[in-house]
């Protein structure tokens, strides 16, 4: 199922997982919650923390990720091109 | 030339069947126009047009800011589609312009003492203003196509001998429907006759029965208000293209094309300001 998912909707996948969580999740948590496999979830936690859309903390025990404000704002625009993306069947 | 066994196809000269193909497609004896359009509809077509521009203009606008943001190719593509769109839009104003400044300076030189430098260059501007209507709106529908057919996907290779060949048979077309032909099919018990525009309109009414088939089927799998409106956009358009294809029988057929192709257009604005605000 993953590998059928574009870039767009991984990202959209991931960003809408934090958010639901309440802006904060573990990174197991994550991996479940966005059906990623370990590697790619870094892959793309990386390249999300690159562009300032989320950020992580440590804690007692581990980390968590964290959604920024400009991770909202993105997620915002994300779901108006998720629904122009389904609108005009792209 | 009466045909009995099948269908017969003479391509005629309107005017003469002695001047030579390239003659006929750059030197122009008399204004003549491909699309027919009441006089008095000059300038409102133009501004219904230039509606569909701003339309057109702006849904491409959103899907090139999507494309810079995500760089999948078929945010691009969908863009190119519709600037193509507008820009073809923007040839066709322009050709209205050219019809107005020539009867403008009708009435002003007086019609008899027009001169035949004058008419040619109008006609050349004419010409060629519809020539980039024609081409461009054809690419556009047939990108249009092949973005809705999910074929220029970033997961699927890019098939270039498959686009060239389309966008070779596309130039055919618009270098056709430009010719001041007309076309007699000859059944034997009854003759047909078809300007050669007439199949511009057809191949665009064949392109836009299979763009809307793929939108309404995006709305079936959907089910939202937004795709809805989409799917019934392409039908406006797709009727529009039909209603067209009457324009030789009867100049009313023109200004229902128009109306029906802008209310098509305002649909897909509508879906697009629904999918803004969400």
Avoid: C
């Avoid at chain 1, 573990?26 to 936690?45: A, C, F, I, Q, V």
């Amino acid at each position: 199922m993953n590998s059928r998912r574009s870039k767009l909707e991984l990202v959209f996948d991931i960003l809408v997982a934090i958010q639901n969580k309440g802006g904060k999740i573990k990174p197991t948590h994550l991996m479940y919650k966005s059906n990623l496999s370990h590697k790619l979830l870094s892959e793309y936690l990386d390249e999300l923390k690159a562009k300032e859309l989320v950020r992580e903390e440590p804690t007692d025990k581990s980390r968590v990720v964290l959604i920024t404000d400009k991770g909202l704002n993105f997620l915002a625009e994300m779901r108006k091109v998720k629904e122009f993306t389904e609108t005009f069947g792209l | 030339m009466k045909g009995t066994l099948g269908w017969k196809i003479y391509a005629l000269l309107i005017d003469s069947s002695s001047i030579s193909f390239l003659r006929e497609f750059l030197v122009f004896t008399y204004m003549f126009e491909l699309f027919f359009v009441p006089k008095w509809f000059y300038g409102i077509d133009a501004i219904l047009e230039g509606i569909v521009v701003i339309v057109a203009l702006l849904i491409a606008g959103y899907a090139y800011k999507v494309y810079k943001k995500l760089n999948e190719r078929k945010f691009k593509f969908f863009s190119l589609a519709f600037l193509l769109i507008g820009l073809s839009f923007l040839a066709k104003i322009f050709t209205h312009l050219v019809i107005v400044s020539q009867t403008i300076r009708d009435l002003a030189v007086g019609t008899m003492q027009i001169s035949l430098t004058n008419t040619n260059v109008s006609d050349l501007f004419y010409r060629f203003g519809f020539f980039f209507h024609i081409g461009l709106f054809l690419t556009a529908l047939l990108l249009l196509f092949l973005v809705s057919e999910k074929t220029l996907h970033q997961k699927e290779p890019l098939n270039m001998k498959m686009i060239l060949l389309a966008l070779f048979f596309t130039f055919l077309l618009t270098v056709f429907s430009n010719l001041k032909y007309i076309l007699i099919l000859d059944l034997g018990i009854a003759t047909i006759t078809f300007p050669s525009v007439g199949f511009f309109y057809l191949t665009s009414l064949a392109l836009m029965v299979m763009i809307t088939f793929n939108y309404s089927k995006n709305y079936l799998k959907k089910k939202t208000n937004s795709t809805l409106l989409v799917a019934a956009a392409f039908i406006l358009l797709a009727l529009s293209q039909l209603i067209f294809l009457f324009d030789f029988v009867d100049t009313g057929f023109y200004i229902g094309g128009v109306i029906v192709e802008l209310i098509g257009y305002l649909t897909l604005l509508a879906a697009f300001i629904m999918v803004l605000k969400k």
